[in-house]
């Protein structure tokens, strides 16, 4: 299925989870933010949200900023 | 904590919260996290800003992270919503800093209205403030130095209010004083210059006038010696504090002798 991931379009396994998202991204340990279709997925749902064809996802982190 | 004197006579208090600094540093445009870390420590900052970006997917996701070198058992973390210019992404960033923090409160409301100038859009500012309050956010939000518009936020429910002294980045320093002493003198939560200020004069200036904290962040980063420039903003905003709390002297147009005039020679 497809997906579109902080706005560039990625193919992915039918039903993939949030928190297997995360691990094939490289964010698997890491300190992130998701959000589905602009609802926060909260870390507590990771491993259950399954994602679904058309879905946009944004992964975000904290960076500098003033 | 940081090893560092906390003067519990006067804290800087924010929804309930006191912290012994009266400096807010931002951490953005620094060469790398060591310097954003040595920087700050030199600051003294207790509440230190960070914006909320997407991830670089396919870059190496193992890079050291800003939370890293500035761990939130450490600092209290102040996420912005720098870069929006609508209230649906002022909105949609906080709560995505709300989740990245787990369940952080506080927040630095932005809103901008053109690139320019990154003055704020205080349409959408209202607007993104009323949205976050109700939804249980304490929001520290930027706003023009204008006394009717920090009155209003205030009466929204926002834990701080803080005006701008001069464009962001622009270091040009307090450019209304009088605006901002009509903003402090009116207000019952705490007043803090964001944004303008260049050099250590600048952070003294604004303290005198009875700020209760300024929030910089190119003035130091963008300095020669970042360190050092972080130190010079810790004695100012110090040495600013205690003047208006001594209560400055009247200017008057002649002089006034300082030794008496009594028992000259001659």
Same mark, same amino acid.
């Given at each position: 299925m497809h997906i579109t991931l902080n706005g560039s379009p990625r193919d992915c396994a039918t039903a993939t989870t949030v928190a297997q =998202? =995360?691990?094939? *991204? @490289?964010? @698997? *340990? &890491? &300190?992130? *933010?998701?959000?589905?279709? &602009?609802?926060?997925?909260?870390?507590s749902l990771h491993t259950s949200h399954e994602l679904a064809d058309g879905d946009q996802v944004e992964i975000v982190h904290a960076i500098g900023g003033g | 904590m940081n090893t560092k004197t906390f003067d519990t006579a006067d804290p800087l208090v924010i929804a309930g919260k006191s912290?012994?600094?009266? %400096? %807010? +540093?931002? +951490?953005g445009k620094y060469k790398d996290f060591d310097e954003t870390r040595r920087? +700050? $420590?030199?600051a003294g900052a207790d509440i230190v800003t960070l914006a909320i970006r997407r991830v670089n997917i396919g870059q190496?996701?193992? $890079? #050291?992270n800003l939370l890293d070198a500035l761990p939130p058992e450490e600092f209290t973390l102040l996420p912005n919503t720098a870069g929006c210019y609508n209230a649906v992404d002022a909105v949609r960033t906080c709560k995505l800093a709300r989740e990245l923090l787990d369940g952080h409160k506080l927040v630095k409301l932005e809103v901008l209205g053109d690139q320019r100038t990154l003055f704020p859009d205080v349409v959408e500012t209202l607007k993104a403030a009323e949205t976050l309050v109700a939804d249980g956010f304490d929001v520290m939000v930027y706003t023009s130095?204008? #006394?009717? %518009?920090?009155k209003r936020l205030e009466e929204i429910g926002c834990v701080a209010v803080m005006p701008l002294a001069a464009p962001i980045g622009s270091g040009l320093g307090i450019q209304n004083r009088y605006n901002l002493l009509e903003i402090i003198e009116n207000a019952k939560v705490p007043i803090i210059v964001d944004a303008g200020v260049g050099t250590a004069s600048d952070a003294a200036i604004a303290m005198e006038l009875g700020c209760d904290g300024v929030l910089m962040n190119t003035a130091i980063a963008g300095a020669k010696d970042p360190v050092l420039m972080a130190h010079a903003m810790k004695l100012a905003i110090e040495a600013g504090r205690a003047a208006f709390k001594a209560g400055r002297i009247p200017r008057k147009r002649f002089a006034s002798a300082s030794s008496p005039i009594d028992g000259t020679i001659g």
């Open positions: =998202l =995360l691990q094939d *991204a @490289g964010y @698997g *340990a &890491r &300190r992130v *933010a998701v959000e589905v279709n &602009r609802e926060i997925v909260p870390r | 912290y012994g600094s009266r %400096l %807010l +540093t931002g +951490t920087a +700050t $420590q030199a190496d996701a193992s $890079q #050291p130095d204008d #006394p009717i %518009l920090a």
